[in-house]
């Protein structure tokens, strides 16, 4: 059942902004007005993806059917008809083929699938070095993979996660944004994608059109505005990545003020005034406005928790950590064989032992291991150009363990500050706001 947050109703004058964020375990979507206020918000529960080995994969009809009972559970606490603009985020590197109707021709394949293998044999005679493309989770590798299959032959587009949700929306499948086009090759320098893709086995065809994150697509389409009690000139804007949609619900502007978001995965995020890429360690830029987001993302994070705890064992333990007396357990945690920063390695092993029979000594490791990283992660976007950090602000699921937060603050030694808002719904409504003052939509 969707979880539900009723606010107090605004004026009915007022315009509202959605944001939809499809995560790894849900999806759930924020309303906003022109004030920043939360009007509703809700959350739905996803299956979790399918996993064997190295190949991890999502039904894509999940997605939607998440999508609807969200909007049917906004719609219970406020009419939906003031919506002026809708934004998609959707997890980075999730990926799929589509048909000529956007139908998807198999399931999605998911941001931490490496079954692609190592795509840089193929890719290192053309790929620029500093390219995000250099690794088995890539969405290049992944489509590279894609092409491959039987069904190939009937695929018209290949979209990302929050690109096939908004063309349900448009009913107009085959746009994207640099953020999530960034791993597929796209370069957000030049605007466009590269020559150097028309040597690979792919159709160009089934590229999308790239515009930047919240430039109109287009209003809803006729039967979905019916479906859901939109306005029939509801805008759809092209969305982002969950990450940077966190990132832009924190409030961080200025360069080097930086988001750590502790989710499933562990995402590190810090403003920069130029790009700076480099495929040895996953590092990538994406463009926010007239600067960069700089950052890499690490496969650890929650769900290395949740393989071991629940929710309610991990908030009972909390109690009895003791921050400020490490383990000494060294671990690094990961779900599965591989990581991507600030090592990239697709062999990279997990570090779980030993472990103590105290299990909440043994969560303490995992969270120091955790925060380890993330240091780790800083200090390797420093060495590579980056600033450090001068505050770091929290998102995911993560940021409500306070334990959690005394850890890294002693191993960042930098002012953890309190995200105006931490959710990546609500980040991307602030990009439907923005995009709806935009005209002249595609």
Not at 11 to 38: E, K, N, P, W
Not at 237 to 260: L, Q
Request: charged fraction near 15%; proline fraction near 8%; include cysteine.
């Amino acid at each position: 059942m969707p979880e539900s947050n009723i606010a107090s109703p605004p004026s009915r004058s007022s315009s509202l902004y959605l944001g939809i964020d499809l995560g790894t375990s849900g999806v759930r979507a924020v309303l906003i007005d022109d004030t920043d206020q939360v009007v509703a918000e809700a959350a739905v529960v996803l299956p979790a993806p399918q996993q064997q080995g190295n190949c991890v994969e999502q039904d894509p009809r999940h997605w939607w059917s998440a999508v609807v009972q969200v909007m049917s559970a906004l719609r219970q606490q406020t009419a939906l008809d003031r919506i002026r603009a809708i934004a998609v985020d959707g997890t980075s590197g999730t990926v799929l083929l589509a048909d000529a109707h956007g139908i998807p021709l198999g399931p999605a394949l998911m941001y931490n699938d490496t079954r692609a293998g190592d795509p840089s044999p193929q890719l290192a005679r053309i790929a620029p070095t500093d390219s995000p493309v250099h690794s088995a989770s890539s969405g290049l590798a992944k489509l590279l993979w894609l092409a491959r299959q039987p069904g190939a032959s009937d695929a018209c587009y290949f979209l990302h996660q929050a690109d096939w949700v908004a063309s349900q929306l448009t009913g107009r499948p085959g746009f994207s944004d640099p953020n999530n086009a960034l791993k597929s090759g796209y370069d957000p320098v030049e605007k466009r994608w590269p020559a150097w893709l028309e040597a690979l086995p792919i159709s160009p065809a089934w590229l999308p059109k790239v515009q930047p994150a919240g430039h109109p697509l287009g209003t809803v389409a006729v039967r979905i505005a019916a479906q859901f009690g939109l306005p029939r000139n509801a805008m759809i804007v092209t969305g982002t990545t969950d990450s940077t949609a966190s990132f832009i619900a924190t409030g961080a502007s200025k360069t080097g003020e930086a988001v750590t978001a502790l989710g499933s995965t562990l995402v590190l995020k810090v403003i920069s005034n130029t790009p700076i890429c480099d495929q040895r360690y996953g590092i990538y830029s994406q463009p926010l406005n007239d600067k960069w987001l700089v950052g890499g993302a690490s496969n650890s994070g929650g769900a290395v928790l949740r393989q071991f705890f629940t929710d309610t064992q991990m908030a009972e333990m909390e109690t009895r950590l003791d921050p400020d007396t490490p383990t000494g357990l060294n671990y690094y945690p990961l779900c599965c064989q591989g990581e991507r920063f600030p090592v990239n390695d697709a062999y990279y092993p997990p570090r779980l032992s030993p472990r103590p029979e105290n299990d909440a000594r043994f969560f303490q490791g995992l969270l120091e291991g955790i925060a380890t990283i993330e240091r780790l992660g800083y200090e390797r976007l420093q060495e590579c150009g980056a600033p450090w950090p001068i505050n770091v602000r929290t998102t995911g699921g993560g940021a409500r363990n306070t334990a959690w937060t005394r850890l890294r603050g002693r191993m960042l030694n930098v002012p953890l500050l309190t995200a105006s808002h931490t959710q990546a719904a609500f980040g991307a409504a602030r990009l439907a706001r923005q995009g709806s003052t935009t005209r002249n939509a595609t």
